[in-house]
T-cell receptor, first 115, second 115 residues
Framework: NAGVTQTPKFQVLKTGQSMTLQCAQD?????MSWYRQDPGMGLRLIHY???????DQGEVPNGYNVSRSTTEDFPLRLLSAAPSQTSVYFC??????????????FGPGTRLTVT | AQSVTQLGSHVSVSEGALVLLRCNYS??????LFWYVQYPNQGLQLLLK??????LVKGINGFEAEFKKSETSFHLTKPSAHMSDAAEYFC?????????????FGKGTKLSVKP
């Protein structure tokens, strides 16, 4: 299993540009999520999905869009990039919304800089 | 709502010394607690977790944590620090059934190990 994969690893955008961060998992996990990590802020939840076709907002959803058309993929779209979205983005997944399965598996991250 | 407080954004210890990283949580229902480690430029890796049962939890790389309900704490310890332990450590909390099991992270503690 490759686990959770993210592309690209690094990206530089200009203000106002749009782009999609890709996330895929090959573990047949129902739950997937996106976090952003900023210095001194820990990880904050952007959006999450409990299964194909179902998404919901997390703590910091503004400026981001998601969809979940398949179990494997959970892309994160930046609609109009802003410097405040400069961050490291992590995708994570777990098997299901079940007590023993709350451990999340994280991807390697995408480092995004918006100038 | 749940929350996590990690005391000390930076902790420095000498090689061979005790490692103690502090985590306090807030939750109105029994929590599930996690410690994750992040090595430089990498994703997050689960160190250990507490869901139910024994309150002293052992994890990978010689780390352990004890769930103390009366103190609302879940401190991470390791008897003897190794240079390879230098990393950032995150405490996280969730509850069964609430918010689809989304993890709430603390702001992280960066551990430095001096030779």
């Amino acid at each position: 299993n490759a686990g959770v994969t993210q592309t690209p690893k690094f990206q530089v955008l200009k203000t106002g540009q749009s782009m999609t961060l890709q996330c895929a998992q090959d573990m047949n996990h129902e739950y997937m999520s996106w976090y952003r990590q900023d210095p001194g802020m820990g990880l904050r939840l952007i959006h999450y999905s409990v299964g194909a076709g179902i998404t919901d907002q997390g703590e910091v959803p503004n400026g981001y869009n998601v969809s979940r058309s398949t179990t494997e993929d959970f892309p994160l779209r930046l609609l109009s990039a802003a410097p405040s979205q400069t961050s490291v983005y992590f995708c994570a997944s777990r098997p299901s919304a079940s007590a023993d399965f709350y451990e999340q598996y994280f991807g390697p991250g995408t480092r995004l800089t918006v100038t | 709502a749940q929350s996590v407080t990690q005391l000390g954004s930076h902790v420095s210890v000498s090689e061979g010394a005790l490692v103690l990283l502090r985590c306090n949580y807030s939750s109105s229902v029994p929590p599930y607690l996690f410690w994750y480690v992040q090595y430089p430029n990498q994703g997050l890796q689960l160190l250990l977790k507490y869901t139910t049962g024994a309150t002293l939890v052992k994890g990978i790389n010689g780390f352990e944590a004890e769930f103390k309900k009366s103190e609302t704490s879940f401190h991470l310890t390791k008897p003897s620090a190794h240079m390879s332990d230098a990393a950032e450590y995150f405490c996280a909390v969730t509850v069964y059934g609430g918010s689809q099991g989304n993890l709430i992270f603390g702001k992280g503690t960066k551990l430095s190990v001096k030779p």
